[in-house]
Structures are given as C-alpha cells and as structure tokens.
C-alpha cells in the first residue's frame, strides 16, 4: 500500500464526512486507489464512532480503530501509526483546522528534498499576544532544558516515510510527548509554513498548559534534578559563609547578632525550597512506577474495516 492517512477522533462528529471526502480526494490525486484512511476512535463521548463505521461500511479504503476508552491524543495518534501499512503515512487531525490538501504539498516538498518527514509549522501561533508570548517563552525554557531542537509552533500535520515510523514505534515508553519522540527519532524533516483555522476554543487551559508543560519536561530531561543538587550546593556554600561571617562579628566585634526576624524568614525559604525540591523527585519516581508496570500504551476494542482493504 502506497499511502495511509492517520487521524484520530475525539468529539469530532461535525467535521468526519467532510474530512473523509477531502481526505479521500487529496489521497486519489497522489496515488490513486492504493491508499487507506485510519480513524482511531480515542474514547469520544459523541456519536463519532458509529459515524466513522457507517462510512468504513461504503468505503472499502476507511479502517476505524476503536481503543476502549480514551488514553489521550498521543497514545490515540501512536495507535493509529501502528495500524498503518502504507509506504507513506500521512498523520493529521480530524477537525479540518489542519487542511487534508495539505498532503500534496507535502509530498511535493518531500519528492524534492527526499526527505523523510514534512512536519507543518505555524508561521505564527494563534491565540492573543499573551499566549503567543508564553509560547515562544515556553520553547525557549523547554529546548534549554532538554537540549534539544524542538521547532516552534508545529501542528500535528506531518507526512513521514515508512521507515521513520518503524523508527518511531520503536520507543516503548509509557509516558509519551509525542512531538519530542518526532524530534529525537532523527533523519531528514523539513518543515512547511501552514496556517491553520480555528474551528473551536482551545481546551488547554493555564492549568493544563503547566501540567503538560510539567510532563514534558520531566520526560525528556534530567535537567531540573542537576538544578535541585547545584541550588542545594549554592545554598551550602552561602549558608557556610555566613556562619562564617556570624563568627567573626561574634569573634572581634561587638555588634549584636540578628536573632528571631532572620531565622524565621530562613526557616520558611528553606523549608518551600525542601518541599518543591521533594515534589520534582516524586514526579520523576511517578514516572519510573509508571513505565515500570509496562502498560500497554492503549487497548484496542475492535478494528472496523480492515478486512475489506
């Protein structure tokens, strides 16, 4: 098989006939009929699994993948790699705020630059200027930490050869961010300048942006660890200077020490920096009782389709 388009579902009822008719129109003008479209079904609460199966039913190139709840967008995008067989795998999401016509472009600039992956990125983030801000803040704290190269502002929109997705489900582990796997897993990616629409309201809110934020971080980086062991350091050495220097004053002079006011405020900074210092342990040990149970990444309740591609 030539070609496999990869979306996933969640609350997308509206928008799956009209993305399976342009999903479809894009697929026949690169290969013809040798392609096939993934719908992995993450658990939507809405009617858009038995609206995917109905058209798997008239149409012979559709595969709906039914995971039996929701695991997240990641894991639900992961599965669906699995499922494909084409030489090249064409990953998108299901809500037409990324365009189906994006895959001839793509497959364009892949040809040109016998690239393995065109990845879409966003020449400007959406949003108003504090999240564009808190953006572009973001990337910058995050590749720092992670020493990595991670593009600005991609979409999920991504064409990629058969051997780079072998490559990419090769990594096991449980806790996954999906993007950074895109970047460390290597070879050829070119980017696309894209724009994408706007068909709702985020769900990320400040609190899910930070918790998200939080796990990306603590998966791909052993940074915040080495921070906590040099702030230690750094207050060792202050707190031993200053001892050092209460000696003295005791010593060869007679000005009176500070009590209460300096030990109390001491005792406060040090005992929040204890706390947050113990909350980065607990969540890299969460992250190592999670990945040690090996879980599957998600279980598949049934798979619609398959047999009549």
């Known amino acids: 098989m030539k070609l496999s388009i990869v979306a996933t579902l969640y609350q997308s009822a509206p928008y799956i006939a009209e993305f399976h008719q342009r999903a479809s129109t894009a697929a026949k003008q690169l290969v013809g009929e040798d392609y096939e479209i993934i719908l992995v079904n993450d658990g939507s609460p809405d009617n858009s699994l038995d609206l995917a199966v109905r058209i798997a039913e008239r149409d012979g190139h559709i ?9 997240g967008h990641h894991k639900a995008m992961m599965a669906g790699l699995e499922h494909a067989l084409g030489e090249q795998i064409f990953l998108i999401d299901s809500d037409l705020e990324e365009e189906p016509e994006w895959l001839l472009e793509f497959s364009e600039l892949m040809a040109a630059e016998r690239a393995d992956v065109v990845y879409g ?5 959406k949003g108003g200027w504090f999240e564009r801000w808190s953006g ?3 990337y910058s704290v995050f590749n720092w930490l992670c020493n990595i190269d ?6 999920t929109a991504r064409l990629m050869t058969r051997r780079y997705v072998d490559a990419l489900l090769q990594y096991r582990e449980r806790e996954i961010v999906i993007s950074c796997l895109w970047v460390i897993t290597g070879f050829k990616q070119c980017e696309k300048l894209v724009r994408k629409h706007m068909s709702s309201e985020s769900t990320y809110g400040l609190a899910k942006k930070i918790e998200h934020a939080t796990n990306v971080v603590t998966s791909f980086s052993e940074t915040p660890l080495k921070l906590i062991f040099y702030s230690g350091l750094t207050i060792f050495v202050a707190a031993l200077a200053y001892a050092g220097y209460l000696v003295f004053i005791r010593l060869f002079s007679s000005q009176t020490v500070d009590g209460w006011t300096s030990v109390m405020v001491s005792v406060w900074v040090l005992g929040g920096m204890i706390a947050s210092f113990i909350g980065v342990i607990g969540i890299y040990l969460a992250k190592i009782f999670s990945e040690t149970k090996q879980r599957p990444l998600t279980i598949v309740r049934n798979v619609y389709g398959r047999s009549k591609t």
């Open 63 to 71: 595969v709906v993948v039914d995971l039996s709840r929701n695991f």
């Open 121 to 125: 990125r966003q020449q400007e983030r």
């Open 136 to 138: 572009e803040v973001y």
């Open 150 to 155: 991670h593009p600005r502002n991609i979409v």
